[in-house]
């Protein structure tokens, strides 16, 4: 389980940046004393209109409910009603084009169309739209219905669209979240080594507690297999991703239950009551550890099911995500600095391949590595081996959804140090589009590591290997 686990988890190395499309806001106004305002969700396209930046350049038109009528004919058009109004209507089965040219001549200012199911972004051919110059957006029915409940029957409303920020907050906590993870699951995989050696002298014994801990140990030779499976792994997602996801998410919630268990198992040992025992299948258990473990068990069950549920689920998701990455660092081990520069190597070349040179070998153009990070073909369902923060800034895209900065866990779990991770959100900032965050965590990694080994004159050692000595 340890090993497949890896395994998948491996597959990302993948920083991503939240995903938005063209979303605006719609700033409703009641005529109440004083008056009660409230935003919501609107997709629009940027190819026919645009949208002031902000509210000091917008302007207020009443808004008229016709979403008794989907204006397909003119015959639809109510006497004298649209007239210098926010018309909303519902989608209906003709285009939006034709919907516009109805409002548009009846004398709209603006024209919105209501939609029970998900937003969409509007994709008609630009060209088809020359003629038309009122703003035309797309937004929730069930907004509608709110904003007559909170607002009354008297709305006046006007559209924006405010820029996203140049800094995301959510890259700090990203940040923070992997430099932490790293760190504490460096120095847990070290005080546990440094115990084994005090407390075993015998070469024997030692060994014996090593397998009884399951430690996972990479040669060259594996090194390479393993590589060659990871990206057999990622082409197989790629083209069976609506099965093999679900197989995914089995596997996460074993082997993240497993993990939270280990990682809080590690404190509740250092607590000193509590450690009455019962027998059971002639081993004494504590029972501190089987409700510990039903809780573990609970929390990746939990997060099963309400894994879609963007409003919380991350938070439940990254706890999961951290103590599986930090249960790995303390296992993971690697018999040499050779063995390091091999595995980084071929997964920084795994990583810029499939996020850089797929996209020049798909039919559609896309990054392999991206859109199975994104789900590919539309599908609803997401692989859990990242990290989830949603954006922190107020803007339409937190309005309209919950749009993510994601980092894999092959970015923790194989290395990923303050410089890289630092370069890395840089370098996404600037070229705002998904980055293979290996290009530039193992170059940090190596560089560091062979800096550090030789001030200590300890390079011969560091890259054949040698035991420890307490």
């Known amino acids: 389980m340890r090993a497949a686990g890896l395994l998948w988890a491996a597959l990302w190395g993948l920083l991503l940046p939240p995903v938005t499309a063209d979303e605006g806001i719609l700033h409703a106004s009641g005529n109440g004393v004083p008056p009660v305002t409230k935003d919501y969700c609107v997709i629009y396209n940027s190819n026919w209109i645009s949208l002031p930046k902000s509210l000091d350049n917008a302007t207020f038109v009443t808004l008229e409910n016709l979403t008794s009528t989907v204006l397909c004919n003119y015959s639809e058009v109510p ?39 998900r937003l969409s972004p509007l994709s008609d051919n630009k060209t088809d739209f020359e003629d038309v110059t009122l703003p035309v957006a797309l937004i929730r029915y069930n907004d509608i219905v709110d904003m007559q409940l909170m607002l009354g029957n008297e709305i006046d409303v006007t559209l924006y669209s405010p820029p996203l920020p140049e800094f995301d907050s959510s890259m700090v906590v990203i940040f923070l979240i992997a430099v932490f993870t790293v760190a504490l699951g460096g120095y847990w995989s070290g ?35 393993f590589v060659v499976i990871c990206c057999v792994m990622l082409v197989l997602l790629y083209f069976f991703y609506k099965w093999l996801v679900y197989v995914i998410i089995s596997v996460f919630c074993l082997a993240s239950a497993m993990s939270l268990y280990n990682c809080l198992a590690a404190l509740v040992g250092e607590i000193p009551f509590g450690q009455c025992r019962i027998v059971c299948c002639n081993k004494n258990i504590e029972v501190r550890l089987i409700f510990l473990a039903a809780f573990c068990i609970a929390a990746a069950v939990i997060w099963a099911v309400f894994r879609n549920e963007d409003r919380w689920a991350w938070i439940l998701q990254d706890i999961l995500g951290v103590a599986f990455c930090l249960n790995f660092i303390k ?118 590591s062979s800096l550090v080994a030789w001030r200590r004159k300890e390079m011969k050692k560091f890259w054949k290997g040698s035991n420890y000595q307490v």
């Open 79 to 117: 006497s004298g009603l649209m007239k210098d109004k926010a018309v909303v209507v519902m989608r209906g089965n003709c285009t939006f084009l034709e919907k516009a040219r109805i409002a548009q001549s009846s004398g709209a200012k603006m024209l919105l169309i209501a939609s029970k199911p």
């Open 191 to 225: 005080v546990a080594e440094l115990e084994n050696l005090k407390a075993i002298a015998s070469p024997g014994e030692r060994e014996t507690r090593r397998k009884k801990e399951e430690n996972v140990t990479f040669t060259p030779v594996t090194v390479i297999l």
């Open 331 to 448: 296992t993971l081990k690697m018999p040499n600095f050779k063995s390091c520069v091999i595995l980084l190597g071929l997964l920084l070349l795994y990583d810029v391949f499939f996020v850089f040179i797929t996209p020049f070998i798909t039919k559609n153009g896309a990054s392999i590595m991206v859109e199975v990070a994104a789900g590919p073909f539309g599908n609803s369902e997401k692989l859990p081996v990242v990290i989830r923060v949603p954006r922190i800034e107020y803007s339409a895209a937190t309005l309209c959804d919950m749009p993510f900065s994601l980092l894999g866990f092959g970015d923790i779990i194989v290395p990923a140090y303050a410089i890289g991770m630092v370069l890395t959100f840089i370098v996404l900032a600037l070229m705002k589009m998904g980055q293979p965050a290996l290009l530039y965590l193992v170059p940090c990694t190596l560089i560091t």
